[in-house]
């Protein structure tokens, strides 16, 4: 019998189908993940203005849940606001029905992970969260830019809570003097039997009332006194709080 690398060929051919094998498992078992629209696709409908607020829908492709775009003026500056995105417990301070959120694991200001529950009204279950968030900014232009998306196997599932694993988040905030623009895209799918419909008329509330509230939020004597942090080729490296008496406590991290 022919002899090749060490092997018979008969065994690298079982060899080969045991890594196709593999693979074609282990494409089976990967949640698909499809990308977010873009913030200029021409199918966003306007569903919902709300003061500076304007929230649109959009159908995705091989899901019954329709991702949504926010688009809107907030009175805080974009320090403030990134002071409150940093921080790994404020969640429950702004987006709505957040009740549970905290950082774990190892990670930096431009990558780390999260951990946040939400609460669903009975009797359906309580929906948790697993997101790996990264965050990049540019001293010429301003702007921050935060992606979030869900990876559900970084964390051990709770009995109690059903595990979100199609969740995908854009955010851009752009400085406007004092005020900050903030695009808001997002989809999720909350997995369980929830139908389309329904999630879908929730869609157009969450955003308003989540960033109403963060507007307030960033205003907060806690998120005041901070500035964005930028090494020598203008990258944001971080967020550093300026004002006497900061700590640790607020979970802003470099």
């Not at 189908?17 to 696709?41: F, G, I, M």
């Amino acid at each position: 019998m022919s002899k090749h690398c060490g092997g018979s060929t008969r065994d690298w051919l079982a060899i080969g189908r045991v890594l196709a094998c593999a693979l074609v498992v282990a494409l089976l078992t990967t949640p698909a993940r499809a990308e977010l629209p873009t913030e200029d696709n021409e199918d966003w409908t306007l569903r919902k203005e709300a003061g500076d607020i304007r929230v649109y829908t959009i159908d995705q492709p091989d899901s019954s849940f329709k991702a949504f775009k926010a688009v809107g003026v907030l009175d805080a500056p974009i320090e403030n606001l990134m002071a409150v995105m940093i921080n790994p417990g404020s969640c429950v301070e702004w987006v709505h029905n957040c009740t549970e959120s905290y950082a774990f694991g190892a990670g930096d200001f431009h990558d780390r992970f999260a951990y946040s529950v939400n609460d669903m009204p009975w009797p359906v279950t309580d929906r948790d969260y697993v997101l790996r968030i990264q965050t990049r900014g540019n001293e010429a232009s301003g702007e921050v830019v935060m992606d979030l998306n869900a990876m559900p196997d970084q964390r051990a599932e709770s009995a109690s809570r059903v595990r979100v694993d199609r969740s995908d988040t854009f955010y851009r905030f752009t400085p406007q003097g004092e005020q900050t623009r903030m695009v808001w895209v997002q989809h999720t799918d909350p997995n369980g039997a929830l139908p389309g419909w329904l999630v879908n008329s929730l869609l157009v509330d969450i955003p308003v009332r989540s960033m109403e509230a963060l507007e307030r939020v960033a205003n907060l004597e806690k998120y005041r006194g901070f500035r964005l942090e930028y090494d020598d080729s203008g990258a944001l490296v971080g967020v550093t709080r300026d004002a006497p008496g900061g700590d640790d406590a607020t979970g802003i991290t470099r």
